[in-house]
Structure formats: structure tokens, C-alpha cells
T-cell receptor, first 117, second 113 residues
Framework: AQSVTQLDSQVPVFEEAPVELRCNYS??????LFWYVQYPNQGLQLLLK??????LVKGINGFEAEFNKSQTSFHLRKPSVHISDTAEYFC???????????????FGKGTLLTVNP | DVKVTQSSRYLVKRTGEKVFLECVQD?????MFWYRQDPGLGLRLIYF???????EKGDIPEGYSVSREKKERFSLILESASTNQTSMYLC????????????FGSGTRLTVV
């Protein structure tokens, strides 16, 4: 089974500052990793994903994440945030295989990013 | 534009009622999922289905059942609603054959009074 820990439940930052949202995972098998964003009163949308290969993954809206296998981490970063980035961010993991329950995503509890002017 | 549609955005039901939450996807996805989202708890998987008429329990299936008679539709059923089932319910779908993420619906906020 997999588990995900998002180390910060809330992260307040000022506009144009850099931000890092931390995510650690646990798994006995190889995994795929995802970051999702949820704007107020909306469903979740995919920001980026790590499947294999380069450990630095670029996503939408200027976000990127770095996979670190030795530290079992997948932290999300943005060099300069905007007010519109205020949202809840979820890290998620699933097994790297195919079939049946391998498609099941396990989510972290979320990090609320608040960007202040 | 491909999407996952949840039939109701907001629902208010009484304790003991039988409640149906409907989800339809137009992407021909094989897999469909129901999660509930509560503050501080993130998303927890209730049930999922990887084929028509197939279902598997997730992490918190108690008090819920599901139905998938057609590939595009996945229904969540609360047999006898209780106040502790007040929550945001999110439906998602995904395809097989690749490490793709989910496509989520906009959610149904259910209040049981």
C-alpha cells in the first residue's frame, strides 16, 4: 500500500515570493506521482505528474516538482506566485503497474496555499 | 470539451433518506472513482470501478454502495443517509493503458439534516 504525507497544512506567502509545498510518500513498489490543484468550489485539476526519467517535472501555470527517490519526496515549487495561485494543492501517488487497483490514487491531506498582496 | 459531470452541485437530504449521486463521463474511460473530501482529511476513496458491473471497495465504503450498469455512468448510493455523511463528494475517471491522472467532476456538496 502507498501513503502520502503533505508536511504543511497551510502555507501563506506574499505575491511574487517563491513557494515550496512539501510531499513525502511511502511505497514498497515503484510509483507514479501527481500534484493536483483545487480552486475554491471546484473539482481537482492536474498540475503535473512524474512517471519516469528526468526527476524535474514541469507543469501548468509555472509550477514544477522534483522527484527524489532516496528521500521519497516530490516537492512542488514555483519561483514567483500570484494571487490567483491561492488554492488547495494535493499530492497523490499510485503504483506503477497496470490493471485493477493499480489505478487507484492515494491522496495527501492537502496544503492550502494563500497568496497575500 | 471532455468532462466528468456530477448531476447535482448542492444537495440537502434528511436523515434516513436514500440518496443517489450520479456521475457521467464522456471520455470512454474504463475506470471511475468516488471520493469524499473533508477538511483536514483530504480525499478518501469510497469505491471504484474498473469495468462495467465491476466494483471494489475503497478505504471508507461503510454506509455506501455503488452501481455501474453502463460504462459512462457511476452512481454512489447512500442507503440511509446520516449526518456524518455530510461532505463534498467527488467523482473521477481515468483510462487504462497509461500512467494518466484522473479527470474530476466539480463535486456535489451533500448536507444531511
Amino acid at each position: 500500500a502507498q501513503s502520502v504525507t503533505q508536511l504543511d497544512s497551510q502555507v501563506p506567502v506574499f505575491e511574487e515570493a517563491p513557494v515550496e509545498l512539501r510531499c513525502n510518500y511511502s511505497s514498497s513498489v515503484s510509483v507514479y506521482l501527481f500534484w493536483y490543484v483545487q480552486y475554491p468550489n471546484q473539482g481537482l485539476q492536474l498540475l503535473l505528474k512524474y512517471l519516469s526519467g528526468s526527476t524535474l517535472v514541469k507543469g501548468i501555470n509555472g509550477f514544477e516538482a522534483e522527484f527524489n527517490k532516496s528521500q521519497t519526496s516530490f516537492h512542488l515549487r514555483k519561483p514567483s506566485v500570484h494571487i490567483s495561485d491561492t488554492a488547495e494543492y494535493f499530492c497523490a501517488v499510485r503504483p506503477g503497474g497496470s490493471g485493477g487497483s493499480n489505478y487507484k490514487l492515494t491522496f495527501g491531506k492537502g496544503t492550502l496555499l494563500t497568496v497575500n498582496p | 470539451d471532455v468532462k466528468v459531470t456530477q448531476s447535482s452541485r448542492y444537495l440537502v437530504k434528511r436523515t434516513g433518506e436514500k440518496v443517489f449521486l450520479e456521475c457521467v463521463q464522456d471520455m470512454d474511460h474504463e475506470n471511475m472513482f468516488w471520493y469524499r473530501q473533508d477538511p483536514g482529511l483530504g480525499l478518501r476513496l469510497i469505491y471504484f470501478s474498473y469495468d462495467v458491473k465491476m466494483k471494489e471497495k475503497g478505504d471508507i465504503p461503510e454506509g455506501y454502495s455503488v452501481s455501474r450498469e453502463k460504462k459512462e455512468r457511476f452512481s454512489l448510493i447512500l442507503e440511509s443517509a446520516s449526518t456524518n455523511q455530510t461532505s463534498m463528494y467527488l467523482c473521477a475517471s481515468s483510462t487504462v493503458g497509461g500512467p494518466y491522472g484522473y479527470t474530476f467532476g466539480s463535486g456535489t456538496r451533500l448536507t444531511v439534516v
